[in-house]
């Protein structure tokens, strides 16, 4: 694990977010109601139920903050595919939040970019897309020397702005990483690695087509081709071919988030 081929991983800060609380009804004079525990604790689980997926206000308790379920129990990388490159200190994350992620898929994504985004690696630079059928840009932070919709890290601020961000993405759309991955090997970066985080569940044609394309269109202007890894979530991402084919064609690898006990992933009793 250790070996990972961006050095990111190697730490594990801890880095917890503030969220809005649920809003409860009062009872009024004499009328029957629950205790309020139960009612927020209702509240929690029809909000997921009703997204299809944990929304990022639905996912913190009035007592702590976090941005991942209380009581989630993380999914370790694991590799499938070596990288035959090494990734770069210039990452652009592609992150899928489209419908077919569901709860316990995206907290192992939102586990997986606090993972890559924590770790110790000098001058590093982030920037993020995610997608369902449309990309959306995370703003960045603003700093020296930062390009606009960047980030310098390591940075507890940066993370939790990130972590912050994702989390509050409704997944309820389609899956078309393509036009992410698109935007993404757009950037200008000489040096750009991509770190692609979905459960697989998209047109590998489509894509394969987007990325051939991006990388033509980048060394026409003068750029390296970008190293791409496939970082997969999900119950049976492991033998996803699609996943598989973006690692090897992009030279990154290909890890997944591997569950000991998949579904006590997320106790959803906490929600």
């Given amino acids: ?6 050095v990111v991983l190697l730490a594990l800060p801890v880095v917890a977010l503030a969220g809005p609380k649920p809003k409860v009804p009062k009872a009024k004079p004499g009328s029957s109601v629950a205790p309020v525990g139960s009612i927020t604790k209702a509240i929690r689980r029809i909000q997921a139920v009703v997204s299809g997926a944990l929304r990022y206000n639905s996912w913190h308790s009035s007592s702590s903050e976090r941005v991942l379920p209380k009581n989630y129990k993380p999914a370790l990388p694991k590799l499938v595919l070596p990288s035959t490159e090494r990734l770069t200190n210039r990452v652009l994350m592609v992150v899928d939040v489209s419908g077919s992620m569901g709860a316990r898929d995206y907290a192992d994504a939102l586990y997986g970019v606090k993972l890559l985004s924590g770790g110790r690696t000098d ?47 409704s997944r309820d759309g389609g899956t078309s990483p393509e036009f992410a991955m698109a935007a993404a090997l757009k950037s200008p970066q000489k040096d750009l690695s991509i770190i ?16 051939r394309r991006g990388q033509a269109l980048r ?49 959803r009793k906490s929600h």
């Fill in 196 to 211: 692609f985080i979905s459960d697989g569940v998209f047109n590998q044609v489509v894509l394969d087509h987007a990325i």
């Fill in 219 to 267: 060394k026409k202007n003068g750029l390296k081709p970008a190293r791409i890894m496939a970082y997969g979530v999900g119950d049976h991402v492991k033998s996803s071919r699609s996943m598989l084919s973006v690692g090897k064609h992009g030279r990154g690898g290909f890890w997944y988030a591997r569950r000991h006990n998949p579904r006590a992933t997320v106790d």
């Fill in 123 to 169: 001058d590093l630079r982030i920037a993020c897309y995610a997608f369902d059928t449309l990309s959306y840009r995370w703003p960045g932070v603003k700093g020296k020397g930062v390009l606009p919709c960047w980030a310098k890290f390591p940075s507890a601020i940066a993370q939790k702005n990130l972590l912050a961000w994702l989390g509050a993405r």
């Fill in 1 to 6: 694990m250790r070996k990972f081929a961006l």
